[in-house]
């Protein structure tokens, strides 16, 4: 299953009340969640690589080692990046 809270609005002052209640939401339903996340709909960011860790799991470590044997340079580093190992 996947669960999406998805907030949108037209009135700029309805912004920190929508968002809000889409975090809270989010935050509620985790509890029914095994961490991960799809990437795909990443939100507005912030978590930053930690939405990255969680959405990978246990598979992150080796995916860094990949990247860092096949990208090294990071030249593949848009959206939600893996950063090779330095």
């Known amino acids: 299953f996947m669960l999406s809270f998805d907030a ?3 009135d700029p002052s309805d912004a920190e ?3 809000l209640w889409s975090r809270e ?3 509620v339903m ?4 095994d961490g991960g996340s799809y ?5 507005m960011g912030e978590e930053g690589e930690a939405m990255v860790r969680a959405a990978y799991g246990g598979n992150y470590e080796r ?4 990247k860092t044997k096949y ?3 990071n ?7 893996i950063k090779p190992a330095l």
């Open 8 to 10: 949108t609005w037209s």
């Open 17 to 19: 009340n929508c968002i």
């Open 25 to 27: 939401g989010v935050r």
């Open 30 to 33: 985790r509890q029914f969640s």
């Open 39 to 43: 990437l795909n709909f990443p939100g």
């Open 63 to 66: 995916l860094i080692a990949i």
């Open 71 to 73: 990208d090294p340079s």
């Open 75 to 81: 030249l593949f580093h848009v959206n939600q990046n």
